[in-house]
C-alpha cells in the first residue's frame, strides 16, 4: 500500500486519536475512511417522474413529422437508467402523447418496445 506523509492540523490529531482510543479503531483506519467517503461518487439521483415525462413529451413534441422513435430513444443512456419506472412512465407518455395529438402508438419491436410515429 502506498505511504503518503501529511500534515495534520493539531486539534483534528487529537480528535482522531481520542476516536481511536474510544472505538478501539487504528488511526490510519480512520483517515482511510474519510478519505474515501469524501472520493466516493454519490449515487446517482432518479429522476422526477413528472419531470420524465414533460421531457419525453417535449422531446417527442421536437422530432420531424412522420418520423418513428422509441421513448428510450428521447432520452441519453444515462437519463434513461434515472428513470425509476419505465414501463409506467411509457403508459402515461402514450396516454399524454396521444391526447395531444404529438404521436401515435404503431406497434412494437421485437423486445416488446413501443413504436411511435410522430404525427
Same mark, same amino acid.
Given at each position: 500500500?502506498?505511504?503518503?506523509?501529511?500534515? $495534520?492540523?493539531?486539534?483534528?490529531?487529537?480528535?482522531?486519536?481520542?476516536? @481511536?482510543?474510544?472505538? @478501539?479503531?487504528?488511526?490510519?483506519?480512520? $483517515?482511510?475512511?474519510?478519505?474515501a467517503r469524501a472520493t466516493a461518487t454519490p449515487p446517482p439521483q432518479q429522476m422526477d417522474f413528472s419531470n420524465a415525462l414533460a421531457t419525453a413529451v417535449g422531446r417527442a413534441a421536437e422530432r420531424p413529422s412522420a418520423e418513428e422513435f422509441l421513448l428510450e430513444n428521447l432520452f441519453s443512456p444515462e437519463e434513461w437508467r434515472l428513470i425509476p419506472t419505465p414501463k409506467v412512465l411509457g403508459r402515461e407518455f402514450r396516454k399524454e402523447v396521444e391526447r395531444q395529438g404529438i404521436a401515435v402508438h404503431t406497434g412494437r419491436t421485437a423486445s416488446n418496445k413501443a413504436i411511435y410515429r410522430r404525427q
Open positions: 500500500m502506498p505511504q503518503l506523509f501529511l500534515s $495534520i492540523e493539531e486539534e483534528v490529531l487529537q480528535r482522531l486519536l481520542e476516536r @481511536a482510543l474510544k472505538y @478501539a479503531v487504528p488511526l490510519e483506519d480512520q $483517515i482511510n475512511e474519510i478519505l
